[in-house]
């Protein structure tokens, strides 16, 4: 014999809706403080490393410093919101540097990561062999100090002592490292060394998520190793493509290492004022903190807005 439940006959309780309300209560509670602790200290740490300094900067780029004719009186610190941001625009020095570091983004950073992805697929080959090694070569300049990895090339650079230039001597051929067309190359090929691997290393990781069945699959109905690279793995890694792009154009941005290590032996072809940043710094030194941040300002809102419209062109095929 069977029973049914009528309609109006309630239906029994769920586990959530049988606990007491009290207990229900100290349960949120605890999820509370478990999120407090464990996230508290991330978002006091990113709260005053980041939010911060962001907020200080905006704040003092919209204030400048009046001193009188005469030098005799304190200088005073006047509200002018667009007196710092017009001088950038109209600083010939800082706008070269933001288009040499725009140039220095669209030739190097394709370069790099169309090398860090062939690099990745090699690895990834089946027929490779020494894989752990050749990840570990790949990775390795990535591990050395970017100030180290400069002067080392420095060396490879210089005049003086460029071996490169001792090994084309007897064909005739001298690189001119320094010249004013091509230092920016020159410091190009120190960061594309330095960050290739660990670009690899993100992509290759993305790689070993591919399932093993998909590449056999296509392997049985005949696909060559070619076409199986660029039809199934590299779209399996846009996501890990996209990712090191963007890194990659938030790192142009902020180039400042390499050149500034090369400046004192570039022959004055690296200025004080090469990149935004070290033209920031240049503001700093001459003791105009307000026009400085004012740069600053620009930057960090002109990395955010080709970050963003970089994402919303490579996401538009996933959205078709």
Partial sequence: MTTTLSAAEPAAPTRQEARPPRRRRRETALTKRTLLLFGGPFVALFAAMYIAPIVYATVSSLYVVKRSGLGLTAPSKEFDPLHNFAQAFGDHDFLAALGRVGLFAVVQVPLMLGLALGLALLIDAKSARGKGFFRLASFLPYAIP???????????????????????????????????????????????????????????????????????????????????????????????????????????????????????????????????????????????????????????????VLSFVFFKLTNRGDKA
Avoid at 213 to 237: C, H, Q, T
């Fill in 146 to 304: 970017g100030v180290s990895a400069a002067l080392v090339w420095s060396f490879m650079y210089s005049s003086g002592s460029s071996p490169i230039n001792d090994l084309l001597e007897p064909l005739g051929i001298q690189i001119p490292f320094f010249s004013s067309g091509s230092v920016l190359w020159s410091v190009a090929n120190i960061v594309t060394w330095s960050w290739t691997g660990y670009n690899m290393i993100i992509i290759y990781s993305a790689l070993q998520l591919i399932p093993g069945e998909v590449l056999e699959a296509a392997k049985m109905d005949g696909a060559s190793a070619l076409r199986i690279a660029w039809n199934i793995k590299i779209p399996a890694v846009r996501g890990s493509l996209v990712l090191t792009a963007v890194f990659s154009i938030i790192g142009s941005a902020q180039l400042y290492n390499e050149p500034t290590v090369l400046q004192p032996i570039s022959g004055g072809s690296v200025s004080s004022t090469f990149t935004p940043i070290m033209s920031a710094q240049s503001a700093v030194a001459a003791g105009n903190y307000h026009y400085a941040a004012a740069q600053s300002v620009i930057l960090a809102v002109a990395v955010g």
